[in-house]
């Protein structure tokens, strides 16, 4: 290899551009540099504040669309959990037979399902209490994952008054 390094940058000046441009590695190295600078730049955002009542204005929802968001999110949850439930057993039954590659597939689906399950539980909390709470807030309820089929009549407020604040979108 050393041989092989050593007769291109010996044979002339066309291979040595070739091998190393340092020029060539700098700019590079700016442009992504400036390119990351730009990308963070636009992630910081304007900062605003939005309340559960003005997100359903602008996304213009009645009660109706709501009741059916809720319950597509309650359907996604429920289903989620007992595919959960069935990749657990199934993962358990694998280990308990020394199948060690089927237990650590099911624990991938475990986590992947596990993953679908709580980005719809969540949501349909929001729709549910009609307050964009954050998740860590979702997160200290373990009761309160699994949603309710259907969306009651008035909304359900479980969140406590000093977790209860605007939810800050950057965009």
């Not at 309650?74 to 308990?96: E, Q, T």
């Not at 597939?105 to 954050?134: T, Y």
């Not at 969306?151 to 604040?165: D, E, G, H, L, Q």
Request: proline letters at 4%.
């Amino acid at each position: 290899m050393f041989r092989y390094v050593k007769t291109k940058a010996t044979a002339g000046a066309q291979y040595a551009g070739k091998v190393v441009n340092a020029a060539e590695i700098a700019e590079t190295a700016t442009t992504t540099r400036d390119m990351l600078r730009r990308f963070w730049a636009t992630r910081k955002g304007s900062g605003r504040c939005e309340t559960f009542q003005n997100a359903v204005q602008r996304h213009g929802w009645t009660e109706d669309d709501l009741r059916i968001l809720h319950r597509q999110h309650a359907v996604v949850a429920h289903i989620a959990f007992f595919f959960i439930a069935v990749a657990a057993c199934l993962g358990a039954w694998n280990a308990a037979s020394g199948s060690l590659p089927g237990a650590f597939a099911a624990l991938g689906a475990v986590f992947a399902l596990s993953g679908m399950f709580l980005k719809a539980a969540f949501r349909a909390q929001q729709i549910e209490r009609r307050d964009l709470f954050p998740f860590p807030v979702f997160l200290r309820a373990p009761f309160d994952w699994l949603p309710s089929w259907s969306m009651p009549a008035a909304p359900v407020k479980r969140v406590s008054s000093s977790s209860r604040r605007q939810v800050r979108h950057d965009r």
